[in-house]
């Protein structure tokens, strides 16, 4: 075979390893080479015909055939030398590539490159992503393929303004499932193209638990929001951030608190309990007291916990404010004391009102022979004392009426108009006897001051009060001012009035305020007792009878003082639309005209005065013992006028009352008592009867009302 021209012999080499791949080349060029006898070294001894060392890649050739022309060594030493620098490159390339791939494969996120908004590459994460095959995403366009299509229009926004930066959007897989997916954007080169670069990152779970915490946070904070007024966070004792009704009800702004001490928004006072508790780190509710903008010390409680805020711990103060407690607690203080007073007020009315019912027969015989011995008398020193016994029985009359009053157990017989300005300008001359001289009394009457009420017992009741004001006063100058005016919505502060609890109506208020010494709290409290008196030769029956008769007349009463300041008696009274009324004038009986009396009472003492009482003035008297024997009379007797006991042991008189009317009888009716329980009263029609005598009662007032009820007969 004839040796290869040496041009010749490069050129087939050339031709080999340019047809060869880059990994392939070396191997064609060796064994072109092996023709000439050119073959890699077999061991070190052997002397080398060439060596080459290329991108970490040593080669090392010997000579065993014929000897080539030199001028091949260089040419052959260059083309190999290229040889093993493509294949270096190779071998690098590819490494790179399965790096790549490796990484690429083992990303959390789909990546993709997109020009134009047209895919041209992307990893097999964001095809597994989408649930697409590499190959069909490729060359599609991105928009349509992955983004739901409410937010394409913001995704192609930030592409055109080339905007980088991460983004939450709503992803669309190949199912057309959705997934929430977060985008990080950056533009590029891929050559000399621009490309847009992105990573996507499915965060579906991410933005659930995200989700999920942010509505336990609403949770939490609307359950703290409930439980308690405000919150604050601090930080070795200076305020980090306010919540809650902080603003509210402190009067701080929120910039006005972050980074201040915590000591600047606490009284004083509590300011030791509040870093004791904040220096041991002590969880757990206690009470202290802030200040809020205006320096007004608020009570609260106070509940902390530490905790942490952006990573930091912190502590934390849940403020409950006790101001509203507090107040609700004084008001059910009030309440309770109210409630006791009025059920110890109850059980000393009982007594009082059996004492005046045992007390008020014995003055009925007491007052009647009295009266029978005035009329039978003729010796100036015997009248004297039979004047004296009466007086003394008319005074002894009007305190057990006081303590009927004072029970609010003293019937006020027949409730008609009485205008305040007609009563207290009836009374100007009693007044001005009264009061102390040093006293200026001012009036104040608002025109229609008219209640519905007992004018005698009303009388009483501000004879009483404008009494009591004249003797505050002591030896002093000073004022009386008395006040009247109509309302229909009660001041709130009659919530702690005693008497009767008041609503919205119609109402007429009574003022009575006086410049005088004033009281402290614990005489306030027992003022309203019967037998109860600061005056050295007082019985304490006056203020209770006037609070009896108010609370009589459906109405209440309270009072305002102070030592020094003086006292204001405040009464509520049911207002009438009607004139005032005057007192009528009291009836007499002409002697002729005959009357058949029944006497109905279950004291013989009582009966025999009534009877003596009633013959001596031309009256035909029967008397029966209770109120079966009452019945049974009037059946088998001629009867003009029933005079009937109302407490009675065997059947009270509103029974027999009952019980006449239930057969027909039209007969008249006068009911008599010197104590009527409530309960009857309430149970009693009074349309029933034709009048009603409270004992003890003179012989006028006897006769007065028997006549009254003949003629209404």
Same mark, same amino acid.
């Given at each position: 075979?004839?040796?290869?021209?040496?041009?010749?012999?490069?050129?087939?080499?050339?031709?080999?390893?340019?047809?060869?791949?880059?990994?392939?080349?070396?191997?064609?060029a060796l064994v072109q080479l092996a023709e000439l006898g050119i073959v890699p070294a077999g061991s070190r001894e052997e002397r080398p015909w060439l060596e080459l060392e290329r991108g970490g890649k040593n080669l090392s050739l010997v000579l065993r055939g014929p000897l080539p022309a030199e001028e091949l060594r260089e040419p052959i030493a260059d083309l190999l030398s290229l040889v093993l620098s493509r294949e270096s490159e190779h071998e690098q390339a590819c490494r790179v590539r399965e790096r790549m791939e490796m990484l690429s494969a083992a990303s959390f996120e789909g990546i993709l490159i997109h020009i134009d908004n047209v895919l041209i590459d992307a990893n097999q994460r964001l095809a597994e992503m989408l649930g697409y095959e590499h190959a069909e995403m490729i060359g599609k366009k991105m928009l349509p393929l992955c983004v739901a299509p409410e937010d394409q229009e913001r995704v192609?926004?930030?592409?055109?303004?080339?905007?980088?930066?991460?983004?939450?959007?709503?992803?669309?897989?190949?199912?057309?499932?959705?997934?929430?997916?977060?985008?990080?954007?950056?533009?590029?080169?891929?050559?000399?193209?621009?490309?847009?670069?992105?990573?996507?990152?499915?965060?579906?779970?991410?933005?659930?638990?995200?989700?999920?915490?942010?509505?336990?946070?609403?949770?939490?904070?609307?359950?703290?929001?409930?439980?308690?007024?405000?919150?604050?966070?601090?930080?070795?004792?200076?305020?980090?951030?306010?919540?809650?009704?902080?603003?509210?009800?402190?009067?701080?702004?929120?910039?006005?608190?972050?980074?201040?001490?915590?000591?600047?928004?606490?009284?004083?006072?509590?300011?030791?309990?509040?870093?004791?508790?904040?220096?041991?780190?002590?969880?757990? #509710?206690?009470?202290?007291?802030?200040?809020?903008?205006?320096?007004?010390?608020?009570?609260?409680?106070?509940?902390?916990?530490?905790?942490?805020?952006?990573?930091?711990?912190?502590?934390?103060?849940?403020?409950?404010?006790?101001?509203?407690?507090?107040?609700?607690?004084?008001?059910?203080?009030?309440?309770?004391?109210?409630?006791?007073?009025?059920?110890?007020?109850?059980?000393?009315?009982?007594?009082?009102?059996?004492?005046?019912?045992?007390?008020?027969?014995?003055?009925?015989?007491?007052?009647?022979?009295?009266?029978?011995?005035?009329?039978?008398?003729?010796?100036?020193?015997?009248?004297?004392?039979?004047?004296?016994?009466?007086?003394?029985?008319?005074? #002894?009359?009007?305190?057990?009426?006081?303590?009927?009053?004072?029970?609010?157990?003293?019937?006020?017989?027949?409730?008609?108009?009485?205008?305040?300005?007609?009563?207290?300008?009836?009374?100007?001359?009693?007044?001005?006897?009264?009061?102390?001289?040093?006293?200026?009394? !001012?009036?104040?009457?608002?025109?229609?001051?008219?209640?519905?009420?007992?004018?005698?017992?009303?009388?009483?009741?501000?004879?009483?009060?404008?009494?009591?004001?004249?003797?505050?006063?002591?030896?002093?100058?000073?004022?009386?001012?008395?006040?009247?005016?109509?309302?229909?919505?009660?001041?709130?502060?009659?919530?702690?009035?005693?008497?009767?609890?008041?609503?919205?109506?119609?109402?007429?208020?009574?003022?009575?305020?006086?410049?005088?010494?004033?009281?402290?709290?614990?005489?306030?409290?027992?003022?309203?007792?019967?037998?109860?008196?600061?005056?050295?030769?007082?019985?304490?029956?006056?203020?209770?009878?006037?609070?009896?008769?108010?609370?009589?007349?459906?109405?209440?009463?309270?009072?305002?003082?102070?030592?020094?300041?003086?006292?204001?008696?405040?009464?509520?009274?049911?207002?009438?639309?009607?004139?005032?009324?005057?007192?009528?004038?009291?009836?007499?009986?002409?002697?002729?005209?005959?009357?058949?009396?029944?006497?109905?009472?279950?004291?013989?003492?009582? !009966?025999?005065?009534?009877?003596?009482?009633?013959?001596?003035?031309?009256?035909?008297?029967?008397?029966?013992?209770?109120?079966?024997?009452?019945?049974?009379?009037?059946?088998?007797?001629?009867?003009?006028?029933?005079?009937?006991?109302?407490?009675?042991?065997?059947?009270?008189?509103?029974?027999?009352?009952?019980?006449?009317?239930?057969?027909?009888?039209?007969?008249?009716?006068?009911?008599?008592?010197?104590?009527?329980?409530?309960?009857?009263?309430?149970?009693?029609?009074?349309?029933?009867?034709?009048?009603?005598?409270?004992?003890?009662?003179?012989?006028?007032?006897?006769?007065?009302?028997?006549?009254?009820?003949?003629?209404?007969?």
């Amino acid at each position: 075979m004839p040796t290869p021209q040496p041009f010749g012999l490069l050129a087939q080499l050339c031709r080999a390893v340019a047809a060869a791949a880059p990994d392939r080349a070396l191997d064609a060029a060796l064994v072109q080479l092996a023709e000439l006898g050119i073959v890699p070294a077999g061991s070190r001894e052997e002397r080398p015909w060439l060596e080459l060392e290329r991108g970490g890649k040593n080669l090392s050739l010997v000579l065993r055939g014929p000897l080539p022309a030199e001028e091949l060594r260089e040419p052959i030493a260059d083309l190999l030398s290229l040889v093993l620098s493509r294949e270096s490159e190779h071998e690098q390339a590819c490494r790179v590539r399965e790096r790549m791939e490796m990484l690429s494969a083992a990303s959390f996120e789909g990546i993709l490159i997109h020009i134009d908004n047209v895919l041209i590459d992307a990893n097999q994460r964001l095809a597994e992503m989408l649930g697409y095959e590499h190959a069909e995403m490729i060359g599609k366009k991105m928009l349509p393929l992955c983004v739901a299509p409410e937010d394409q229009e913001r995704v192609l926004e930030r592409v055109k303004n080339r905007i980088e930066g991460e983004y939450v959007i709503t992803g669309v897989r190949k199912d057309g499932s959705r997934f929430r997916a977060e985008l990080h954007g950056k533009q590029g080169r891929l050559g000399t193209r621009p490309v847009r670069v992105a990573a996507v990152r499915d965060v579906t779970e991410r933005e659930r638990t995200n989700t999920l915490l942010r509505e336990s946070e609403t949770r939490l904070r609307d359950l703290l929001e409930a439980a308690f007024d405000a919150t604050v966070l601090s930080r070795d004792g200076v305020i980090v951030d306010v919540g809650g009704r902080f603003n509210e009800i402190f009067g701080y702004a929120r910039e006005q608190t972050i980074g201040q001490p915590l000591a600047n928004f606490v009284a004083p006072a509590a300011r030791p309990i509040v870093a004791q508790m904040i220096a041991e780190q002590r969880a757990g #509710a206690y009470e202290a007291a802030a200040l809020s903008v205006t320096g007004e010390i608020i009570p609260v409680e106070i509940v902390g916990v530490m905790s942490t805020f952006d990573g930091e711990p912190v502590r934390v103060a849940a403020l409950r404010d006790l101001r509203e407690q507090r107040r609700r607690e004084d008001e059910r203080r009030k309440l309770e004391q109210q409630v006791e007073r009025s059920q110890r007020l109850e059980s000393l009315g009982v007594l009082a009102g059996g004492i005046a019912h045992d007390f008020n027969n014995l003055l009925v015989g007491v007052l009647g022979n009295a009266e029978l011995l005035l009329e039978r008398l003729r010796d100036p020193l015997d009248r004297q004392a039979a004047q004296g016994i009466k007086s003394a029985s008319e005074r #002894a009359a009007s305190l057990t009426a006081q303590m009927l009053a004072y029970a609010g157990q003293r019937d006020l017989g027949r409730r008609e108009p009485t205008d305040l300005s007609l009563l207290f300008r009836e009374l100007g001359a009693l007044l001005a006897a009264t009061l102390s001289k040093k006293a200026e009394l !001012r009036l104040s009457i608002e025109s229609g001051s008219v209640v519905l009420g007992d004018r005698a017992t009303l009388t009483q009741v501000l004879m009483n009060l404008l009494t009591n004001a004249s003797d505050a006063l002591g030896d002093a100058t000073g004022v009386i001012e008395v006040r009247t005016r109509r309302v229909t919505e009660p001041d709130s502060s009659f919530r702690h009035a005693l008497g009767n609890v008041v609503h919205p109506g119609d109402w007429v208020l009574i003022t009575v305020r006086d410049t005088g010494e004033g009281m402290d709290e614990a005489t306030v409290a027992r003022i309203f007792e019967p037998f109860f008196s600061t005056k050295a030769k007082g019985h304490g029956l006056g203020l209770a009878a006037c609070l009896g008769i108010v609370s009589a007349h459906g109405g209440a009463i309270r009072v305002e003082t102070k030592p020094g300041e003086g006292s204001t008696f405040s009464l509520l009274l049911p207002a009438s639309e009607a004139s005032s009324t005057t007192a009528r004038e009291r009836l007499t009986r002409s002697a002729e005209q005959p009357c058949r009396v029944l006497v109905v009472d279950d004291e013989p003492f009582v !009966r025999t005065h009534l009877r003596r009482a009633l013959m001596r003035h031309g009256y035909s008297v029967s008397e029966a013992s209770d109120g079966a024997s009452g019945l049974t009379l009037l059946q088998s007797a001629e009867v003009d006028v029933l005079v009937l006991d109302m407490t009675m042991p065997d059947m009270d008189g509103a029974e027999v009352v009952r019980r006449i009317r239930a057969r027909g009888s039209t007969v008249p009716i006068v009911l008599a008592s010197g104590y009527l329980e409530p309960t009857v009263e309430r149970g009693l029609d009074r349309s029933l009867v034709q009048g009603f005598l409270l004992k003890p009662f003179g012989i006028a007032d006897l006769i007065d009302a028997i006549e009254r009820a003949r003629r209404a007969r």
